[in-house]
T-cell receptor, first 110, second 114 residues
Framework: RKEVEQDPGPFNVPEGATVAFNCTYS??????FFWYRQDCRKEPKLLMS???SGNEDGRFTAQLNRASQYISLLIRDSKLSDSATYLC???????????FGRGTSLIVHP | GAGVSQSPSNKVTEKGKDVELRCDPI?????LYWYRQSLGQGLEFLIY????????KSGLPSDRFSAERTGGSVSTLTIQRTQQEDSAVYLC????????????FGPGTRLTVT
């Protein structure tokens, strides 16, 4: 089992749709969780950290389920500009080395 | 302010040649990562530098790969005797300090070994 698994997609949704991605992780010692966004042929950029209590930033909501070892990202009212690959990042406690998932591709169409 | 810069942006080299990739982190950031990303793959950790501590080289795939960070700032990743499987985008990221701070990535160097 891979350390961090994501559905590669692509998720093809119309503008205005709500879409959700999950990411599962295998290391129960994981303590830090992030979602990064990567546009085509560009570098990854931090979208949001994922806190135990869940957190929201505008149209984006991230949640953590430690019991089932997954994190999720919900995007409401999708925009064309949301089209990108979303990378799940997990880091064990006491380690400086994160593990990146392969990413989930989102395509938002008019 | 200035972000992370990497050079060259693209490098085409013949199999067996050595290449050197450069990363200029954000000023004041004490920690630096190197990753590589192959087509359709996630980011693969290569090496981590934190301040003056010994680097974590646990991700380097072979002894053909090495990296150094001079003066706690600029870093170079060297690949000796390149192989075709080394073809990938090599990304550098700097963070303010070790821990859960945001990683700021450079634009990457796209390496093609022919």
């Amino acid at each position: 089992r891979k350390e961090v698994e994501q559905d590669p997609g692509p998720f093809n949704v119309p503008e205005g749709a709500t879409v959700a991605f999950n990411c599962t992780y295998s290391n129960s010692a994981s303590q830090s969780f992030f979602w990064y966004r990567q546009d085509c042929r560009k570098e990854p950029k931090l979208l949001m950290s994922v806190y135990s209590s869940g957190n929201e930033d505008g149209r984006f909501t991230a949640q953590l389920n430690r019991a089932s070892q997954y994190i999720s990202l919900l995007i409401r009212d999708s925009k064309l500009s949301d089209s990108a690959t979303y990378l799940c990042v997990v880091k064990p406690g006491g380690s400086y080395i994160p593990t990146f998932g392969r990413g989930t591709s989102l395509i938002v169409h008019p | 302010g200035a972000g992370v810069s990497q050079s060259p942006s693209n490098k085409v080299t013949e199999k067996g040649k050595d290449v050197e990739l450069r990363c200029d982190p954000i000023s004041g950031h004490t920690a630096l990562y190197w990753y590589r990303q192959s087509l359709g793959q996630g980011l693969e950790f290569l090496i981590y530098f934190q301040g003056n501590s010994a680097p974590d080289k646990s991700g380097l795939p072979s002894d053909r790969f090495s990296a150094e960070r001079t003066g706690g700032s600029v870093s170079t990743l060297t690949i000796q005797r390149t192989q075709q499987e080394d073809s990938a985008v090599y990304l550098c990221a700097s963070i303010l300090a070790g821990g859960d701070y945001e990683q700021y990535f450079g634009p990457g160097t796209r390496l093609t070994v022919t």
